[in-house]
């Protein structure tokens, strides 16, 4: 008796609906992050002591544009046809990476954002 899957049987993939729904919840989630603050940083005025509230939408700029990019790019899975999901699964990898890469360089180096913040 031969196997009902035979050989070619395929792993499950994500429908439509679902690949919307986790797009479009990463690039919320990713649009809520970057508008919370990710540096507090102490400055010295003439006046006294402050310190000022760095979000992440201004310590990594390139944050919320992705997110609206990972945004577009779900809706646009929901309702395109299959040439145009597939760029637009290749615009929401490059955000991602984007962000990332971003991200990771801020990690990498807080002390540029903090000191553009600390000068408005």
């Known amino acids: 008796m031969s196997d009902p899957a035979g050989p070619t049987a395929r792993a499950p993939r994500l429908g439509r609906t679902a690949a919307v729904a986790v797009l479009v919840g990463l690039g919320g989630a ?3 992050v970057s508008a919370a603050p990710w540096l ?3 400055v010295s005025t003439a006046i006294a002591e402050a310190t000022v509230s760095v979000p992440g939408s201004t310590a990594v700029p390139a ?3 992705s997110a609206l990019v ?3 790019g779900g809706l646009a ?3 395109a046809g299959r040439v145009a999901r597939v760029v637009a699964a290749v615009a929401v990898a490059g ?3 984007l962000a990332a890469v971003a991200a990771v360089r801020f990690v990498a180096d807080p002390a ?3 000191l553009a913040a600390s000068a408005e």
């Open 63 to 65: 944050a919320p544009a």
């Open 95 to 97: 955000a991602g990476l």
């Open 40 to 42: 507090l940083v102490p």
């Open 70 to 72: 990972v945004l577009a």
């Open 77 to 79: 899975v929901g309702i």
């Open 112 to 114: 540029a954002s903090a």
């Open 30 to 32: 990713l649009l809520a």
